[in-house]
């Protein structure tokens, strides 16, 4: 993996760019090790959906404890989710290739946005065996389920985020004038295929619809905030 490489695949958007740094390099502050977000232990996942909770509070003039903590947590998960997907799929379309999503090497800084800034090894792709597409799924997307689970947020809620994720870094890379935009729609489409996301949304005439909501219309105050686009809730569902 070479910086040159990754600006091929930031040209796809902000959401797809990260650094490259040295295999086996310390990571310097601020920077943290993804892991950090996947172990309960560390607190980094709580103090995370700590800060967006208090930033969506603060965006509806209440207090923090005003918003429930699943709220947050769900907007939370589905904002990691979006960053960390997006390079996979932008490095699978412009190099051809899939890079992995090793905790302990992939680092992140805990800004608050969902670009916040990403790193990944410049050995991300190995010297051995193509990393299959399907391997986001248990390196990235079940731990960041578990780690939300305990905050009272659903499967069905999470992986909803996940798919939402997915069809999200397609159409952002649609407005792009990356040549390679059109092959980000087909392996995004590759990965909603996985069983894990197999009852998260629907796909009917074309249109992706989620099969369930993120919450984060529970954010504003009385419950009155807009519903995301592709919510289930727009088409007259359930959470």
Not at 146 to 172: E, Q
Not at 219 to 226: F, L, R
Request: aromatic share 6%; charged share 20%.
């Amino acid at each position: 993996m070479t910086p040159e490489e990754a600006a091929r695949v930031a040209a796809l958007g902000p959401f797809f760019a990260f650094e490259v740094h040295p295999k086996g390099s310390v990571a310097p502050e601020p920077w943290r090790v993804l892991s950090d977000l996947f172990e309960p232990g560390s607190g980094a996942f709580a103090e995370r959906v700590a800060a967006v909770r208090a930033f969506l509070a603060a965006g509806g003039g209440r207090a923090p404890e005003e918003i429930e903590e699943r709220v947050a947590a769900s907007v939370t998960h589905l904002g990691l989710v979006s960053r960390l997907l997006s390079p996979v799929l932008g490095c699978a379309a412009a190099l051809g290739r899939i890079p992995s999503l090793d905790p302990e090497r992939v680092r992140w800084q805990a800004e608050l946005g969902g670009t916040f800034p990403l790193s990944l090894p410049e050995d991300a792709f190995g010297s051995g065996e193509d990393v299959p597409l399907s391997a986001v799924v248990d390196g990235a997307l079940r731990p960041l389920e578990a780690v939300a689970l305990p905050m009272s947020v659903s499967p069905h809620i999470l992986r909803g985020n996940a798919a939402s994720a997915l069809n999200g870094a397609a159409r952002a890379a649609a407005h792009s004038s990356s040549p390679h935009a059109d092959r980000v729609r087909a392996v995004a489409s590759e990965l909603l295929d996985d069983p894990y996301l197999a009852d998260a949304f629907s796909d009917e005439d074309g249109t992706f619809r989620r099969r369930s909501c993120c919450l984060i219309y529970r954010a504003a105050p009385d419950g009155a905030g807009g519903l995301c686009g592709d919510c289930v809730l727009a088409g007259g569902g359930g959470a």
